[in-house]
């Protein structure tokens, strides 16, 4: 809530700032731990908790001045956040359950090798992670303060149509010049060189799937969950009896797919919910 204060105003400087800082606090602390300690998994934990602490004691002092801390509760207000957290549990307690499913896919009908190739290979979907970031910092404030049925569909072919523009491009460089990818990888996964550009386009349709999941929260229209995760979920069935989850090339196209139907939907209910809008904006609050 403290960052949205600050993506609301644009203040993209001091977003920046503090979380390049953030980067810069978990990296020393994992460094010191590797090199004082045997790293492990509940030491990496304690790094990105102490992280998250230092950066939310940097958010209280920045945005402390800008607002009436002191002002008292309105009943108005807490009800509908309280109805907006009520919405939006599933989407978040589905997403925990869901988001290794490939991995798990993997080990069940594939092998270990499988594993340990798709898990290497999903690390570069840390691009579309930046890019994402970009957009929620920048774009998505800006379609949440805009209003009129107009300038919402004008800010989401902007938000849309830029972004995918990005993720083609980037699909297309990896398809067309895997090599400095592998290199990243490392030279064993020189055999995934021609499916790096279906993890590229999986990670890309999660992301633009996650964007425009996010437009929909940042103006209150939670899509209904007991749409959108059956959906999902069907989806996921539909395709594991319908494809060979041995190979490794099905498995990421199983990703690719999986998101779709989803992805679908809640772009239909973003649009249904703007053409409710009136025609032109009202006065705004910000």
Same mark, same amino acid.
């Given at each position: %809530? +403290?960052k949205?204060?600050l993506? *609301?105003?644009?203040?993209?400087?001091?977003?920046?700032?503090l979380?390049?800082?953030a980067a *810069?606090f978990?990296?020393? *602390?994992?460094?010191?731990?590797?090199?004082?300690f045997?790293?492990?998994?509940?030491?990496?934990?304690?790094a990105?908790?102490?992280?998250?602490?230092?950066e939310?004691?940097?958010?209280v002092?920045?945005?402390?001045?800008?607002?009436?801390? @002191?002002?008292p509760t309105e009943?108005e207000?807490?009800?509908t956040?309280?109805?907006?957290?009520?919405k939006?549990?599933?989407?978040t307690i589905y997403f925990?359950?869901?988001?290794?499913?490939?991995? !798990?896919l993997?080990?069940?009908? =594939?092998s270990?090798?499988?594993?340990a190739?798709v898990?290497?290979?999903?690390?570069?979907?840390?691009?579309?992670?930046v890019?994402?970031?970009?957009y929620s910092?920048?774009?998505?404030?800006?379609? =949440?303060?805009? $209003?009129?049925?107009? *300038?919402?569909?004008?800010r989401?072919l902007?938000?849309v149509?830029?972004?995918t523009i990005?993720?083609?491009?980037?699909?297309?460089?990896?398809?067309l !010049?895997?090599?400095?990818?592998i290199?990243l990888?490392?030279?064993?996964?020189t055999? %995934?060189?021609?499916?790096?550009w279906?993890?590229?386009?999986g990670?890309?349709?999660?992301?633009?799937?996650?964007?425009?999941f996010n437009? $929909?929260m940042?103006?209150? !229209?939670v899509?209904?969950?007991?749409v959108t995760?059956?959906? @999902?979920?069907v989806?996921?069935i539909v395709?594991?009896l319908? %494809?060979?989850?041995?190979?490794? @090339? $099905?498995v990421?196209i199983?990703?690719? +797919?999986?998101?779709?139907?989803p992805?679908?939907? $809640?772009t239909?209910?973003l649009?249904?919910?703007i053409?409710l #809008?009136? #025609? @032109?904006?009202?006065?705004?609050?910000?």
């Open positions: %809530m +403290l949205a204060i993506q *609301l105003r644009q203040q993209i400087k001091v977003l920046a700032k979380d390049i800082f *810069l978990r990296l020393a *602390l994992i460094a010191a731990f590797a090199t004082f045997h790293l492990s998994a509940l030491l990496a934990m304690v990105g908790t102490c992280a998250i602490i230092a939310t004691y940097f958010f002092r920045v945005v402390k001045p800008q607002v009436d801390w @002191e002002a009943p207000y807490r009800a956040l309280f109805g907006l957290v009520k939006t549990a599933p989407f925990c359950i869901s988001g290794q499913l490939s991995i !798990w993997i080990s069940f009908f =594939g270990v090798h499988q594993v190739d898990g290497a290979a999903q690390r570069l979907g840390i691009i579309f992670a890019l994402s970031s970009v910092a920048m774009m998505i404030p800006r379609f =949440g303060r805009s $209003n009129g049925r107009r *300038l919402l569909y004008l989401l902007q938000i149509t830029s972004f990005l993720m083609l491009a980037i699909i297309a460089l990896t398809k !010049w895997p090599d400095p990818f290199l990888l490392g030279a064993k996964y055999n %995934m060189a021609g499916l790096l279906l993890v590229m386009l990670a890309g349709i999660y992301s633009l799937a996650g964007i425009v437009l $929909n940042v103006k209150g !229209w899509p209904p969950a007991i995760i059956p959906v @999902e979920i989806t996921q395709l594991i319908s %494809m060979d989850l041995s190979k490794t @090339e $099905n990421l199983f990703g690719c +797919l999986a998101q779709i139907p992805a679908i939907v $809640n239909v209910m649009l249904r919910r053409r #809008e009136p #025609e @032109e904006p009202v006065a705004q609050i910000i």
